[in-house]
């Protein structure tokens, strides 16, 4: 059985797509493409299908992942781009690699999102990111299924800062862009949380919904402060292979 982990993307209106929508659409461009998909057993098979850490709905994202379960071998760049060309424009399929390694999952330890506030000066949003980084505790609430929650997002949050607006933008009016890396614990703290918590530090309120985007997930490195790429170790690990197999060959004609 091969298994390929797949890197796909969330773009344009597609963000509002639900992960169960997203399911559904994945699951139809399997059989479109006809991958030899594993199945389970059981009286209701389904096509062996991980998905890992999906974005909330209504956030863009350049970087969710997946793997599936073969029952024959496929080149991991063809299979990329005929699920790629199954799939809406938006849902894109951007990145292939055999699984080589265990634990994608435990890779997934941190994301950096994009937050775009129009209509917030970016002097402003400089502000309330400063009190957010004095801040000791940050409390914010969520309602859950079991009512109003309260929890500090303070601790999740890695890294937060402002990014300055391209200067070849269409329109005069102000713009903050954030930029956030958060780790992912237990409760998970969400940009929307983010959003929350400066508005009770610093009483920032843009005056519409922030355009949320991921733009990477991965472990998060101390040294670099940087989040690295999940797929890297698979890589590494096919680029080793040629050396272990002759290494092995080499004994056995010894």
Known sequence: MQR?????????????TSHRDFQRAFERALRR?????AYSAGFTPHPKVSYANAAPTG????????????????????LRILLDESLPAGLDVVDA?????????DRLTASVWELRLDGVDPAEAERAVSAF?????????????????????????VQLETHSEPADRPTD???????????HVTPAVRPDDVLS????VADLAPPV?????????GLFDEETGTVTDPLAPDREAATALPTADSAAAAKASA
Not at 33 to 37: F, K, Y
Not at 59 to 78: C, F, M, N
Not at 197 to 200: K, P, S, V
Not at 209 to 217: K, Y
């Open 4 to 16: 390929i982990r797949l890197r796909y993307t969330k773009r344009g209106r597609l963000r509002f």
């Open 33 to 37: 493409a006809e991958v030899p998909m």
């Open 59 to 78: 956030t863009g994202s350049e970087a969710e992942y997946l793997e599936i379960a073969l029952t024959e071998a496929r080149d991991p760049e063809k």
């Open 97 to 105: 690699v055999q699984a080589r390694t265990s634990g994608l999952a």
């Open 133 to 157: 980084n004095a801040a000791q505790a940050v409390e914010v609430q969520r309602m859950t299924k079991n009512g109003v929650r309260t929890f500090d997002a303070r601790p999740a949050v």
């Open 173 to 183: 009016q102000p713009c903050a862009i954030l930029r956030l890396v958060v780790r």
């Open 197 to 200: 918590g400066l508005r009770a």
């Open 209 to 217: 919904p922030a355009a949320v985007t991921r733009l990477a997930q």
